[in-house]
C-alpha cells in the first residue's frame, strides 16, 4: 500500500516569507508526527497528533511554527516569517496509534526546505 | 536529549556480518529499545525493537544484555545496500512518545 508522502519534496523561499508542507499519512494510522532534521544530524521531535489534536507540541522552536490536521489525516506545517536557520529537512511519520501495540513509525522521504 | 550511546561509524565488508553496539545505561524499566536506519535521502525506516529478550525479524537481530544496559544489532550478511545511518534508541512503547535520535552510526558497506 501507499507509504507516507510529503509535498513538496523541495522548497526554496526567502527569508520573511510563509510557507506549508504538506504530509499524507498511510490511512487509518491516527498518530501523525512532525521531525526536522539539520545537516548531518539525527531528526528532531516538533508536534505529535493523535487524531485531530495536537497531543504534544512541545518540540516546535517558536510561535512562527504551527501545525494542523483539521480532519485527523493530512497534515499541515505552516512556517510564518523564515528564517535562514528554518533550513532543513522535514520529516513526517505516522503511526497506528493503537494502545497495547507496536508503535512503529512509518516516515515519508521529507520535504527539504531552503531559506535564502 | 539522546539516552543512548554509538559509535560515529563503522566498516563493515560485504557479506560479512555487521554488528552495532549501542549504550543505554539509564534506561528505565517500561523503555524498549528500537532502531531505525536512514538511507541517504530518505526517511528513517524501523528495523527491530526489544525489551530485554533477543529479538530476531527479516532484517536483522537484536541482542539486548542481561542488564539491558547496552545492545547490539546484527546485520547477519551486509550487503552494499544496508550504507546508512543506524539509530539505537529507546523510548517506551505506546502511541505519542516521540522518537529521540542521537548522532548515530554510519555504517559503509564496502565490496
Known amino acids: 500500500g501507499a507509504g507516507v508522502s510529503q509535498t513538496p519534496s523541495n522548497k526554496v523561499t526567502e527569508k520573511g516569507k510563509y510557507v506549508e508542507l504538506r504530509c499524507d499519512p498511510i490511512?487509518?494510522?491516527?498518530?501523525l508526527y512532525w521531525y526536522r532534521q539539520s545537516l548531518g544530524q539525527g531528526p528532531e521531535f516538533l508536534i505529535y497528533f493523535q487524531g485531530t489534536g495536537a497531543a504534544d507540541d512541545s518540540g516546535l522552536p517558536n510561535d512562527r511554527f504551527f501545525a494542523v490536521r483539521p480532519e485527523g489525516s493530512v497534515s499541515t506545517l505552516k512556517i510564518q516569517r523564515t528564517e535562514r536557520g528554518d533550513s532543513a529537512v522535514y520529516l513526517c511519520?505516522?503511526?497506528?496509534?493503537?494502545?497495547?501495540?507496536?508503535?512503529?513509525?512509518?516516515f515519508g522521504p521529507g520535504t527539504r526546505l531552503t531559506v535564502l | 536529549d539522546a539516552k543512548t550511546t554509538q559509535p560515529p561509524s563503522m566498516d563493515c565488508a560485504e557479506g560479512r556480518a555487521a554488528n552495532l553496539p549501542c549504550n543505554h545505561s539509564t534506561i528505565s524499566g517500561n523503555e524498549y529499545v528500537y532502531w531505525y536506519r536512514q538511507i541517504h535521502s530518505q526517511g528513517p525506516q524501523y528495523i527491530i525493537h526489544g525489551l530485554k529478550n533477543n529479538e530476531t525479524n527479516e532484517m536483522a537481530s537484536l541482542i539486548i544484555t542481561e542488564d539491558r544496559k547496552s545492545s547490539t544489532l546484527i546485520l547477519p550478511h551486509a550487503t552494499l545496500r544496508d550504507t546508512a545511518v543506524y539509530y539505537c534508541?529507546?523510548?517506551?512503547?505506546?502511541?505519542?512518545?516521540?522518537?529521540?535520535f542521537g548522532g548515530g552510526t554510519r555504517l559503509m558497506v564496502k565490496p
Open positions: 490511512s487509518g494510522h491516527t498518530a
Open positions: 534508541i529507546v523510548r517506551p512503547d505506546n502511541a505519542g512518545n516521540m522518537l529521540t
Open positions: 511519520a505516522s503511526s497506528a496509534g493503537t494502545s497495547g501495540r507496536i508503535d512503529e513509525q512509518f
